[in-house]
């Protein structure tokens, strides 16, 4: 029943293969199907297995084994049913199997008293479970066993405001605002990976946790187990890759609204920002700048000199970053080619359509190798060769008009099959053509990711969220779980995309605390779509799209003003402790802002807070998230004294405190005795 081969545990059974293999520090992977053998792909891991010997026993006559990697255990009884240990033999997950025991004891002679129990369930419920579908293909279902005060954490960007993902069901699927990113940090001290870009859901239940593949061909996760959250994702990135190092301009000022329209609008202001002494490190060219959608280059009518205008700006110390659009307009120069030559996704049915935003437009194929290198040799020659040297991979989920994910289909397979990986593909075709051009430290701003995206310059952003305190709170909660995933650059429209008008009182104060809250982010970011719009310049090309109101941070009155250029000068001040945690990040895939109990994990009241985080080792950031709110209460950790900048109050962690919090302060604390308290107590 149980064999070895090339270092791995295998196990075949009523036609399912079963094999797990060492991948990594202290971590294993697992595939089963019920084909004859494996796929080949390795999908978000590293291409090869790690050259780590297992430790593999195989027992009872050939009816069970286990098999041991550095600290994780699996050990495999004999009706298939996978149990996972550390080293010290303490339960981490197990398979979730309902099941009468039948002649399994006799088989073996050894069950405890808990398997007994659960054996002779006459449920006929097993854990992992294979539904045919019609072509060839399964409904793929895999349980584990559940732990009610397991916390869960990571698993990417879903808009539901929960820091713990434990009770939620989570759709696997890309969407405008939803980043499904399938790595979960357990707080019982293990990481699993879900290693299937297919479309599904998963169950983090109170009961079992469920997985489900619509249509895939085989199970493929990926678990580690680590003594801290620390470890588990070091050992993630080791097995999936790191960011590269960000670029200096990666750690100041990004300013962008939507959206300027012409190349003299966007100069006047870099110009205003350099007139009144503020570093700006980079400013956008949003969408529809071209001729139309698919050209892939700047409309001359309204940017006649882009040469002229980076340079300007190379000059200022400025960056130009450009939006980048999947969207291939069916009136498009390429449209036709890139028809034949099988560079667009394909639907089942209907028209050829995927969007139709401004004209009908087919996204091209970034799981096609041919299609992502043929949209970067035009972006190379129109943009990369006059100087831009950042592009926004907008639409990146892709952004279907209709969200039917059985009717599109890729080079990779269907989009039920692979379609989570896109936005990963998307990025990696931007970061090959760019590392070939030579260049190192890249960052692409991206709308969507999936496991691994990181190793391709990811910088992910929420998408299109609405101007609120709730969605405020929202994005708190997702930008944590982003960098527990392994995602550790991200970013937010500071001050909500939808539905900010400059001159309300209301929004004022949310844009204030929005922007004191991505001062602590991993990048500073301006953007939104403020009213009141401007109405389009024209009828066609790159006049044809509306703008909205000003979003620079003069735009909000003198009293706003004055606290976004105080938050600018603090985070320019903070500038040498980001840029050492983006050593972290690229050196272990440390995410820069994390949940408390990543850096106290022993500390049991830490896992339980979700309205503050630490943003590096040293700095714990408690963002005012309501409205009207001008004092509120935060925990402050065990494991040390804590200051806050403005006071020289020594305050001992393990307890909480009620802190004043006036709409020009944001609460932040730092650890007694580190280097940084110096640069947030400057003024």
Not at 39 to 47: G, I, K
Not at 56 to 77: H, L, P, T, W, Y
Not at 95 to 110: C, D, K, P, S, V
Not at 365 to 380: G, M
Request: aromatic share 12%; with cysteine.
């Amino acid at each position: 029943m149980f064999t070895t081969q090339d270092g791995a545990l295998l196990r075949r059974f009523a036609g399912e293969l079963l094999q797990i293999e060492p991948w990594g520090q202290d971590a294993l992977r697992v595939r089963a199907t019920m084909f004859p053998g494996f796929a080949s792909e390795s999908w978000a891991l590293e291409n090869e297995r790690s050259a780590t010997t297992a430790e593999i026993k195989i027992e009872a006559g050939g009816a069970s084994a286990s098999i041991r990697n550095g600290n994780i255990i699996a050990r495999v009884d004999p009706r298939g049913q996978i149990s996972y240990y550390d080293s010290s033999g303490e339960l981490l997950l197990a398979e979730y199997m309902r099941h009468r025991l039948g002649n399994m004891q006799a088989a073996t002679g050894e069950v405890d008293a808990q398997a007994v129990a659960y054996f002779n369930s006459a449920l006929k419920i097993y854990p992992r479970t294979f539904t045919p579908r019609t072509g060839g293909d399964y409904t793929l279902t895999m349980r584990f066993e559940s732990t009610p005060s397991e916390k869960i954490y990571g698993m990417g960007a879903y808009q539901h405001g929960f820091l713990d993902h434990k009770g939620c069901l989570l759709e696997l699927a890309q969407r405008n605002s939803q980043a499904s990113v399938p790595f979960a940090v357990s707080s019982l001290g293990y990481g699993f990976l879900w290693n299937n870009p297919a479309i599904g859901t998963v169950s983090f239940g109170k009961n079992v946790t469920e997985w489900i593949a619509y249509s895939t061909r085989q199970l493929d996760y990926w678990i580690t187990a680590g003594p801290t959250p620390r470890a588990i994702v070091e050992n993630y990135a080791k097995a999936t890759g790191t960011v590269p190092m960000m670029p200096e301009y990666g750690l100041g000022l990004w300013q962008s609204k939507l959206r300027y329209r012409t190349q003299d609008e966007l100069l006047a202001v870099a110009r205003e920002y350099r007139r009144r002494g503020i570093r700006l490190d980079v400013i956008v060219v949003d969408f529809f700048h071209w001729p139309k959608q698919g050209e892939y280059t700047f409309d001359p009518d309204y940017w006649p000199d882009p040469e002229g205008m980076i340079a300007e700006l190379n000059s200022m110390g400025t960056k130009l970053m450009v939006s980048i659009w999947p969207t291939i307009d069916k009136t498009s120069s390429h449209f036709k080619e890139m028809y034949n030559r099988g560079l667009l996704v394909r639907t089942n049915r209907g028209i050829l359509v995927t969007m139709d935003f401004l004209g009908d437009t087919v996204f091209f194929d970034a799981t096609n190798p041919e299609a992502r290198q043929y949209i970067w040799q035009l972006v190379k020659k129109n943009y990369y060769n006059k100087g831009v040297r950042i592009f926004w991979l907008d639409e990146a989920e892709p952004e279907y008009t209709v969200y039917d994910f059985d009717n599109y289909r890729y080079y990779a397979g269907t989009d039920l099959q692979v379609g989570n990986i896109y936005p990963s593909k998307y990025a990696e075709g931007f970061y090959e053509g760019m590392a070939a051009e030579g260049q190192t430290s890249i960052v692409n701003l991206v709308r969507c990711a999936w496991a691994g995206s990181q190793k391709f310059g990811a910088l992910i952003w929420s998408g299109d969220v609405d101007s609120s305190f709730e969605s405020l709170r929202n994005q708190l909660a997702l930008g944590l779980n982003m960098g527990m995933a392994g995602i550790p650059w991200w970013t937010s429209d500071t001050g909500g995309f939808h539905g900010g008008v400059n001159t309300d009182p209301a929004f004022r104060e949310c844009l204030v605390r929005w922007f004191q809250f991505s001062v602590f982010t991993p990048v500073l970011r301006m953007h939104g779509d403020r009213e009141p719009h401007q109405l389009p310049l024209s009828d066609k090309g790159g006049g044809l799209c509306t703008s909205g109101a000003g979003n620079e941070i003069w735009s909000y009155g003198e009293e706003v003003e004055a606290i976004l250029t105080y938050y600018l000068a603090l985070r320019e001040r903070l500038r040498p402790y980001v840029r050492d945690l983006m050593v972290q990040a690229h050196e272990r895939g440390a995410p820069l802002m994390r949940p408390l109990a990543y850096d106290f994990p022993e500390d049991e009241h830490a896992w339980e807070i979700e309205d503050a985080y630490m943003f590096g080792p040293d700095i714990l950031v408690a963002p005012v998230l309501y409205e009207g709110m001008r004092k509120r209460s935060v925990y402050l950790p065990e494991g040390g004294n804590w200051r806050r900048p403005d006071s020289q109050e020594s305050l001992l962690g393990g307890r909480t405190i009620e802190a004043d919090a006036p709409l020009a302060r944001i609460l932040v604390f730092v650890r007694q005795g580190s280097a940084v308290l110096e640069a947030l107590s400057a003024s």
